[in-house]
């Protein structure tokens, strides 16, 4: 299981759309230009956050240093304007505060790790507790509220940043000097890829990946309960009253959680299952039929009707956590000047399982000295 992780991804990104972007609102053709920078804010201790934007192949993107944070992606729709469809915030304050991860770089763990312990090699590490009796998403000052090292380029590949950031041995509780590297590219077709990369100077755990929330009808602009959603997902792992997996691996057939075929997110997410019942909505993570793999491969798409835009997804990783935004309550408020309610958003996280390292029968997160976890997701875009 552990050899997973050592994989070398080698894949091209999926196709995406050929047009590229320029000038406001439509897109127009052009090439891929360098990444510009800008001072975004302060934290209260006087580090500065910069904000980076992409732009290539008809996709546009914000990245924050601060957590990795994709503050915006713009896309156009079938008639060519563009529109953000990533929730977020406007300002670096109301990142600091928040706990939605929105757009987040996340890790060391990403999802939920039961009690905040697991035992590796004999030894048990007792982690940070931040949902409940729970870790989440790295503790309570995981990599989303890091201030990550940023370094911009555009070659072959296309235009993106370079993340990195050291994480020291006992971080949060995890073992192990952790050195990451994270890379975001947006390609010349406008695909947006992940590559990500990790070492370690002692046994570890490590399950990273990104937590932003899509509305392909634009931020702020209502539900996505409308949205078209196809998983390539025969099984999902059930979960206790903490969103935990109980280990077991339940088929998805003739269950509201079966997106084998396009159906829309809001077509059985009140149907009273006690799964449903449980997370108010989808937490849970997908078992991908295609297993891990050494190259992304698409597993999900999600369409908007009204707009035309359609995401899809490929990764090397063997499982998706689909959140369908359950706990946006109307408290927060995003660029448009909308608040975020139950369903503005929906996240498609890929990643290895929840309580892997306590769960002895999901794929291994296991990362030790002298070899280097490895994943990549790509998302291609288009409108029509």
């Not at 804010?41 to 990245?63: E, P, Q």
């Not at 940023?150 to 950031?165: K, N």
């Not at 050494?294 to 999600?302: M, S």
């Not at 000047?337 to 291994?364: A, M, V």
Request: glycine share 12%; proline share 4%; charged share 20%.
């Amino acid at each position: 299981m552990e050899t997973s992780r050592r994989t070398v991804l080698t894949a091209a990104a999926a196709a995406g759309i050929a047009a590229a972007s320029a000038g406001a609102g439509t897109a127009h053709a052009t090439a891929g230009r360098r990444p510009t920078k800008e001072l975004f804010g302060k934290l209260a201790d006087g580090t500065k956050v910069h904000r980076w934007s992409l732009a290539n192949g008809g996709t546009r993107m914000k990245v924050l240093s601060y957590g990795g944070i994709v503050q915006s992606l713009e896309l156009p729709d079938r008639r060519g304007r563009f529109t953000n469809v990533s929730l977020g915030y406007d300002t670096l304050e109301e990142y600091a505060a928040g706990t939605t991860f929105f757009g987040a770089l996340i890790g060391r763990y990403g999802n939920r790790i039961a009690r905040g312990r697991f035992t590796l090699d004999g030894r048990t590490h007792q982690l940070s507790v931040n949902d409940g009796e729970n870790s989440l998403h790295g503790g309570a000052k995981g990599f989303n509220t890091r201030v990550w090292d940023v370094e911009p380029f555009t070659d072959a590949s296309g235009v993106g940043v370079v993340l990195r950031h050291v994480s020291a041995d006992g971080d949060m509780g995890y073992p192990g000097t952790l050195r990451v590297k994270v890379t975001y590219t947006l390609t010349a077709h406008g695909d947006w890829r992940i590559d990500y990369a990790a070492t370690t100077d002692k046994a570890t755990v490590v399950n990273l990946t990104n937590h932003t929330y899509y509305n392909l009808a634009g931020e702020g602009s209502g539900g996505i309960y409308n949205h078209e959603l196809t998983l390539k997902a025969g099984r999902f792992t059930p979960t206790d009253a903490g969103l935990i997996p109980t280990g077991a691996l339940a088929r998805v057939a003739g269950t509201p959680f079966d997106f084998r075929r396009a159906k829309t997110v809001g077509e059985d997410i009140r149907v009273a299952h006690p799964q449903l019942v449980t997370a108010k909505g989808y937490d849970h993570n997908w078992v991908l039929d295609k297993g891990i793999t050494d190259r992304p491969e698409h597993f999900a798409t999600l369409r908007d009707p009204g707009s035309g835009r359609t995401m899809k997804i490929a990764t090397t990783e063997p499982g998706v956590q689909f959140y369908s935004g359950n706990f946006l309550d109307g408290t927060l408020t995003g660029p448009s000047g909308r608040t975020y309610r139950q369903g503005d958003g929906l996240c498609l996280e890929t990643q290895h399982f929840p309580d892997s390292p306590n769960q002895p029968s999901f794929p291994s997160t296991v990362l030790r000295p002298g070899e280097t976890y490895r994943s990549s997701t790509v998302h291609s875009f288009s409108a029509r």
